[in-house]
């Protein structure tokens, strides 16, 4: 494990998955998920990592490119998920840690997962006082599809948080559309106004309700934005999510149970959120949706930061 901090922040890392596991803000640990230990065989797949070589759904487990069918490995009925069985998520990356920082480093061989082209991705994560950031950069030899993220759980109200505890958060998103999604979550390729409906976040409110669905943020892709706001009314502990990427998928942990391991105990159903910035599910499957596709000479960069007051 890597553990980096600031004057006000303490972030615990793993090179399984470069997973965030930890972060303490003024002593409260706000990350939930993953238990702080090494045995993982137990852990929730996804709780804290850094995502790839896709995240989220991908139709079919395939995707058109350049004239041709690419066949993808998938690891849910019908579709790949977070960039198959053998994501990056679990698998361990390099490691260089200083005080502030550290850098993980990982390279995917052409064909991985059904990926092509030689992928080496930089997941560098730091802290500048009340600041987390991460810079999620990766190059090809191949063209490819690329979607990279940070699937942390949050509850600003700390460890002591219980079953539907997320559900009290508030939470603000600068997102106008969300994506429309069939039985199985995979997107039909349409984009709805949020306006008048339970998926207007736009101002604070609890959350009130599960959710899995992808929110398409407002302004410019490419250009690092604020995008959403998260605060526990009790303590008035608060988070601002600024990011490059153009959509976030927001998971309040409805598969979450006591047989997955958190800390000193076991998870509950909708105890945090699943906060993803990134590019939106199964954009290979719809030309109308921003591209996700790199290729050589190109390089891919995500900007992360949470920002806490």
């Known amino acids: 494990m890597h553990s980096i901090s600031s004057s006000a922040l303490k972030a615990t890392f793993s090179t399984y998955g470069a997973r965030l596991i930890g972060l303490e803000v003024d002593g409260v640990d706000v990350v ?164 008048d409906t339970e998926f207007d976040f736009r101002t604070l409110r609890p959350v009130a309700r599960a959710y899995d669905h992808c929110f398409v943020m407002d302004g410019p892709r490419g250009a690092l934005k604020h995008v959403l706001t998260q605060r526990d009314p009790a303590s008035g502990r608060q988070m601002e999510v600024w990011s490059s990427e153009c959509a976030i998928q927001f998971y309040t942990a409805i598969h979450w149970s006591d047989k997955l391991p958190g800390k000193g105990k076991g998870l509950k159903q909708h105890q945090a959120i699943a906060i993803e910035p990134q590019n939106v599910p199964d954009a290979p499957n719809h030309p109308n949706f921003p591209s996700s596709i790199l290729r050589p000479g190109e390089a891919y960069r995500n900007r992360i930061e949470w920002r806490f007051s």
């Open 32 to 195: 939930f998920g993953t238990p702080l230990n090494e045995d993982h065989a137990t852990w929730d797949n996804s709780a804290g990592v850094t995502c790839g070589r896709h995240a989220g759904r991908i139709s079919g487990a395939q995707f058109p490119l350049d004239g041709e069918i690419v066949k993808l490995v998938p690891n849910r009925d019908g579709f790949q998920l977070h960039g198959g069985p053998k994501g990056f998520g679990s698998l361990i990356w390099g490691a260089k840690a200083g005080a502030s920082e550290v850098e993980f480093d990982l390279t995917s061989p052409d064909g991985d997962q059904g990926f092509p082209g030689e992928l080496k991705t930089k997941a560098v994560y730091g802290v500048s006082g009340t600041t987390l950031w991460a810079e999620l950069t990766a190059t090809t030899t191949k063209p490819t599809a690329i979607n990279l993220t940070n699937h942390a759980y949050w509850n600003l109200a700390g460890q002591a948080a219980g079953k539907d505890a997320a559900f009290s958060q508030e939470v603000m998103m600068n997102a106008s559309r969300r994506l429309v999604t069939n039985e199985n979550l995979l997107p039909n390729g349409d984009m709805t106004d949020v306006a």
